[in-house]
C-alpha cells in the first residue's frame, strides 16, 4: 500500500533508470518492511532546473543539482520508527546501487496515513476492516 512520488530532475535519468528507480523504490519495501513484491505503486515526475529547488548543503548535504530528488513515500500510519529508518535507509541504498546518484542526492519524506484511507479499486477500502498490515 505504501506510494512513492519522486520528483526528479527533466532529463537525468533514461526510460532504463527510471524502470530501475521504480524497481528500486518497489525493491525497498520488499527488504526492509516484508511488503508483498506486488504491492507497486511508483509516480516519478520530472522537473526542470526552474521546477525543482533542493538546497545543495542543507543539513551538511552535498547534493548535485543535476541528480537530487525528493521522494515521497505514503506509508501505513502504524509503522514504528525502526520501519521508518529501514525504509530511508534502503530506499537510499537501492536507488544510490540503481541510478548512480550519491546518498546525500536521496531527499526522502515519510507521509503516514491510516490504513483505512487507501483503496486499490473498486471504489472500496480495503483495509477499513483492519486488513494487512504490513
Known amino acids: 500500500m505504501p506510494v512513492f512520488e519522486a520528483h526528479i530532475p ?4 533514461t526510460t532504463e533508470d527510471k524502470r530501475a528507480l521504480a524497481e528500486a523504490f518497489n525493491r525497498s519495501l ?6 508483498p513484491q506486488e504491492d507497486r505503486f511508483v509516480i ?4 526542470g532546473p526552474d521546477e525543482l529547488f533542493l538546497h545543495p548543503t542543507f543539513m551538511d548535504m552535498d547534493r548535485d543539482p543535476a541528480s537530487a530528488m525528493i521522494v515521497t513515500v505514503m506509508i501505513g500510519a502504524h509503522r514504528p520508527i525502526e520501519d521508518k529508518r529501514k525504509l530511508v535507509a534502503a530506499i537510499t541504498r537501492l536507488v544510490v546501487a540503481a541510478v548512480g546518484v550519491t546518498p546525500d542526492d536521496v531527499f ?3 507521509v503516514p496515513v491510516p490504513n483505512e484511507n487507501f ?3 473498486r471504489g ?3 483495509l477499513a476492516g483492519g486488513g494487512p498490515r504490513w
Open 124 to 126: 472500496e477500502l480495503q
Open 44 to 47: 516519478l515526475n520530472e522537473h
Open 10 to 13: 527533466r532529463g537525468r535519468f
Open 30 to 35: 520488499v527488504d526492509a518492511l516484508g511488503v
Open 108 to 110: 526522502i519524506t515519510l
Open 119 to 121: 483503496s486499490f479499486g
